[in-house]
């Protein structure tokens, strides 16, 4: 099982050590979709959603969502974040979330935006379910990442 990170040589699952490298400023930018129904988008923009302000409320959870991310995804090391930003942006067809996570860390934030973005558009989709149980969430992605041993954006990926 060589060249598998996240197995040892028998096989077995473990954490990556990054113990012997070096701390650096690390960032990552995620984006994704909930695509809605124009009444739920209406609910949503003009604040009239039974269950309150969904996307104060889908703000807050994506924050708090990142925070805890290591505590969700296996094998993800918990880190000291520095900053967690989470836009969310109403368009035609429903809310755009971008989170933007960093730190100064030994290793990168990219699950850390990528969750802040899931639990976002999870929670618009539970607070707004009774108006549209037909949402769907969609391409949720990593959009760049900076620090470590390289750079990368989802522009130059081939």
């Given amino acids: 099982m060589t060249g598998l990170t996240h ?8 954490m990556v050590d990054v113990g012997g490298k070096p701390a650096t ?3 990552a930018v995620a984006t994704g979709h909930i695509a ?3 009444a739920a988008l209406a609910a949503i923009r ?13 703000r807050v959870a994506g924050i708090m969502a990142a925070k805890r991310t290591s505590d969700l ?3 993800c090391h918990p880190l000291p974040l520095t900053r967690v930003a ?4 109403l368009d035609d067809r ?3 979330a971008t989170a933007t996570t960093a730190t100064d860390a030994k290793t990168g934030v990219e ?3 990528l969750t802040a973005v899931s639990v976002a558009l999870l929670t618009i989709y539970d607070m707004a379910k009774a108006l549209d149980k037909t949402m769907v969430i969609e391409t949720i992605r990593l959009i760049e990442k900076t620090g470590g041993k390289a750079d990368w954006r989802a522009d130059d990926a081939g």
């Fill in 7 to 14: 197995l040892d040589a028998s096989g077995a699952a473990h």
């Fill in 86 to 89: 989470l836009d969310l942006d």
């Fill in 25 to 27: 400023t690390r960032q």
């Fill in 36 to 38: 809605m129904s124009p």
């Fill in 73 to 75: 995804i296996p094998l």
């Fill in 46 to 58: 003009d604040g009239t959603a039974k269950k309150g302000d969904v996307i104060a409320v889908a």
């Fill in 94 to 96: 429903g809310v755009t």
């Fill in 111 to 113: 699950m850390e935006a």
